[in-house]
């Protein structure tokens, strides 16, 4: 009897530390869930000012087409400008690895881009381009291409002198050392940068719907908060949220599977 006790609560104390990674984040966002409605009930909060979240809920699942054809707007313009990012990211960083010359000439128009306020730019772009899609894709990749090409070239330069020499006393031409031996070497920072721009696309996407969009999350917390919607504001705020986190999640899930190796290193 006493061993049975024993195997059930090593039983459990395994399940518990294979599942906290996902368990404590739940029971903590419940936590602060309670507090919060709590917190509206008991000082009698106006709606206006913070809605709880039983009336987050009743007003965002009220009506389930509206948000959902708006989430999925958004969703398509994070996912273009995200594969727009990831398109001219990789060759970009491969050229500032292969040549300090074009490092030298491109690095300073990259910052340049990144100290450009992305709302100042938005209503320049739709001058330019027309109120449509591409603005808000052009924002989205604005946002997120920077920190993935700055991880790319750091992991093709973290590679060791000793392994690049040894490539190049075999005659290996820059293309093979570059996808032989650098990017191998690169392949956590990349990651680390995608899970870094994913999120940053959602970011961007916002930014661009509320600049110029008639569709989209951004465009439903804007017209929500106009007409004092705030319970619907705040679900769709909600709901960025969510969408932010499982692309972070399918992009580490991606690695795990595609990658085990660079993930086992990480956690060891």
Wanted: hydrophobic share 55%; proline share 6%; glycine share 6%.
């Amino acid at each position: 009897m006493a061993d049975t006790n024993i195997t059930f609560g090593q039983g459990l104390r395994r399940i518990w530390f294979r599942s906290q990674g996902v368990l404590m984040p739940v029971i903590t966002l419940i936590i602060l869930l309670a507090i919060w409605e709590i917190a509206v009930v008991g000082f009698a909060i106006p709606e206006y000012l913070l809605p709880a979240p039983s009336q987050i809920w009743i007003a965002t699942s009220a009506q389930p087409a509206l948000v959902w054809g708006h989430t999925m707007a958004t969703l398509k313009t994070v996912l273009l400008g995200f594969g727009l990012s990831i398109s001219v990211s990789l060759p970009l960083a491969f050229a500032l690895t292969a040549s300090q010359t074009v490092a030298s000439a491109v690095y300073p128009l990259l910052i340049l881009t990144q100290s450009i306020p992305k709302v100042a730019l938005a209503p320049i772009l739709v001058i330019a381009l027309g109120a449509n899609e591409m603005p808000r894709i052009i924002i989205t990749f604005l946002v997120a291409f920077f920190p993935l090409v700055i991880a790319i070239t750091t992991g093709l330069l973290s590679v060791p002198s000793d392994l690049v020499e040894l490539g190049r006393s075999y005659r290996a031409s820059r293309l093979q050392q570059m996808v032989m031996i650098r990017m191998p070497y690169a392949i956590p920072f990349i990651f680390s940068g995608l899970k870094t721009a994913v999120a940053l696309a959602v970011v961007g996407a916002v930014v661009g719907e509320f600049v110029t969009s008639d569709r989209g999350l951004g465009y439903l917390i804007q017209t929500s908060t106009a007409f004092f919607r705030m319970p619907l504001a705040y679900g769709a705020m909600l709901v960025l949220s969510a969408m932010g986190i499982i692309l972070f999640q399918l992009v580490a899930v991606t690695e795990r599977l595609l990658f085990p190796w660079a993930t086992a290193n990480r956690e060891q």
